[in-house]
């Protein structure tokens, strides 16, 4: 099993649960700020290593119309304030080779989008910077076809690899978790995360806009933990229904405590069985 380190936290299928938490995009410094502030002290807490996430631009949308971020300048701006400030390990996707190296000089993990995975100048230009890149598993491809993405990344000597999965297409307007996929990629060595927010999308069914259904992600959190992996996703906000990307499916962030406390309580018990 590899272990891959971002700052003081480590990665590995066979050690404590990390989480990667954040809004989807940002919408404002203080929004940000707040959201921040309160997954520290949250996390501080409860003893869970916290990695935060949270997009400049949010390129793949369904509408021309849909709310992107404040761009790549200003977006990384404030996650450099945030990085500072909490001296936190931070997360940003990247959509273009042209943004890698100014994203790389902030962020601590660079994320390649799962409609991007298959762009091979985008994960090779990331993967040259030698950060530790966040693949998430594109909807239409099977957890074996990881593999490729993986030759990629360690084709320019890097091996700072974190899969994540996050649902699979089947038929429109739907998507689903098939968790025999987190059991085949951790035979990958690398460290598996689960994308417990994005995997109860409803792509494309909301008039334009991609909506979900966010009253399974505890469910589905649940069942990935069970499975023995390193990290769990999720995108977080005061109020949800008030986000401007995402709303359907990130998970308020006033419950966020209570799950990570059963979501640890799983972890404990399926990583000492294995061990």
């Known amino acids: 099993m590899k272990d891959v380190k971002v700052s003081s936290v480590t990665f590995s299928n066979d050690r404590p649960l990390v989480l990667i938490a954040g809004p989807c995009v940002i919408e404002n410094r203080d929004m940000t700020w707040h959201i921040a502030e309160s997954l520290v ?18 390129a793949n949308r369904t509408s021309v119309d849909s709310f992107r971020g404040p761009g790549l300048e200003k977006g990384l701006q404030i996650l450099s304030e945030i990085k500072k400030q909490f001296s936190i390990p931070i997360l940003t996707d990247v959509h273009t080779p042209k943004e890698v190296a100014l994203a790389s000089a902030v962020a601590d993990i660079i994320q390649i989008p799962a409609f991007l995975m298959r762009q091979t100048d985008l994960v090779v230009s990331s993967a040259k ?47 689903v978790v098939d968790y025999r996929n ?50 769990v996703f999720m995108e977080v906000h ?22 990570l406390k059963l979501l640890l309580k799983i972890d404990r018990i399926v990583k000492n069985e294995e061990n």
Not at 143 to 153: A, D, G, H, L
Not at 248 to 258: E, G, I, T, V
């Open 129 to 175: 910077t030698q950060s530790v890149l966040n693949v998430k598993k594109a909807q239409f491809v099977s957890s074996e076809e990881m593999n490729y993405v993986i030759q990629k990344i360690e084709s320019v000597n890097n091996k700072n690899i974190l899969l994540t999965e996050r649902g699979t297409f089947f038929g429109y307007h739907n998507l």
């Open 41 to 58: 002290k949250m996390t501080t807490d409860l003893g869970i290593p916290l990695v935060f996430k949270a997009s400049y631009d949010k």
């Open 238 to 259: 005061p109020e949800p229904d008030k986000g401007l990307s995402d709303a359907a499916n990130m998970f308020p962030l006033d419950r966020l405590k209570s799950l």
């Open 182 to 231: 987190l059991d085949v990629m951790k035979k990958t060595g690398y460290p598996v995360i689960f994308d417990a927010t994005h995997s109860v999308q409803r792509p494309g069914a909301g008039d334009g806009k991609t909506v979900g259904n966010r009253e399974f992600i505890p469910l589905l959190a649940k069942a990935a933990v069970s499975a023995g992996i390193s990290g």
